[in-house]
Nanobody, 123 residues
Framework: QLQLVESGGGLVQPGGSLRLSCAASGFTLDYYAIAWFRQAPGKAREGVSCISGSGRSTNYADSVKGRFTISRDNAKNTVYLQMNSLKPEDTAVYYC????????????????WGQGTQVTVSS
């Protein structure tokens, strides 16, 4: 059974950092593109970042460019999202999703989703 599990969320002060992890079980991530999405209460789901299966292609939402970095360690079957200089507007539930095709930040292209991890940025 394909499963994605996010971890690393929490409460952090503005300007702080967090690293989210997306661990896969039941399948090998090597050939899957992985994306991070987020959804804040009352707001639409937003694509944050994505990475191709090889890791050679990445993409970021304008709102996180220069602050967030996506990476993958296929040996550990895990994808990471390093989040620096966090802002209150980054507060949301963060989800990772997997697809055999590189779908960028279009959530409709992803058919395997994790349960999400809460990120709260507040003083």
């Amino acid at each position: 059974q394909l499963q994605l599990v996010e971890s690393g969320g929490g409460l952090v002060q503005p300007g702080g950092s967090l690293r989210l992890s997306c661990a896969a079980s039941g399948f090998t991530l090597d050939y899957y593109a992985i994306a991070w999405f987020r959804q804040a209460p009352g707001k639409a789901r937003e694509g944050v970042s994505c990475i191709s299966g090889s890791g050679r292609s990445t993409n970021y939402a304008d709102s996180v460019k220069g602050r967030f970095t996506i990476s993958r360690d296929n040996a550990k079957n895990t994808v990471y999202l390093q989040m620096n200089s966090l802002k209150p507007e980054d507060t949301a539930v963060y989800y990772c999703a997997a697809s055999l095709t590189y779908s960028g930040l279009n959530y409709q292209g992803y058919n395997n989703w994790g349960q999400g991890t809460q990120v709260t940025v507040s003083s």
